[in-house]
């Protein structure tokens, strides 16, 4: 089992910046790989940013490249997302989940944390 909890949530005005933590407990970190969802109010959840168990690879939605980086300290069993030049529409509840295959930008991820609540006012 892998426990996962996200923090570093808030509320911030468009063009701001935050960055979500997501810190693992449980078995080994390294040779998960790491991805980041969310889900908007009456929406679906969708991917986000995704990273390798060896950080050498990262995937991101269309949405959020060039603004968001995923990154990740296998030695403090942490992945994060910064994220830049924030928008009202990346409201939404972060979750971050692991699996132990490649990347993925489908809902199949072994492990899900409960979820941070980032709000973007315009």
């Known amino acids: 089992q892998v426990q996962l909890v996200e923090s570093g949530g808030g509320l911030v005005q468009a063009g701001g910046s935050l960055r979500l933590s997501c810190a693992a407990s449980g078995r080994t970190f390294g040779g998960y790989t790491m991805g980041w969802f969310r889900q908007a109010p009456g929406k679906e959840r969708e991917f986000v940013a995704g990273i390798s168990w060896s950080a050498g690879l990262t995937d991101y939605a269309d949405s959020v490249k060039g603004r968001f980086t995923i990154s990740r300290d296998n030695a403090k069993n942490t992945v994060y997302l910064q994220m830049n030049t924030l928008k009202p529409e990346d409201t939404a509840v972060y979750f971050c989940?692991?699996?132990?295959?490649?990347?993925?930008?489908?809902?199949?991820?072994?492990?899900w944390g409960q979820g941070t609540q980032v709000t973007v006012s315009s």
């Open positions: 989940a692991a699996r132990r295959a490649a990347i993925a930008q489908t809902w199949d991820y072994d492990y």
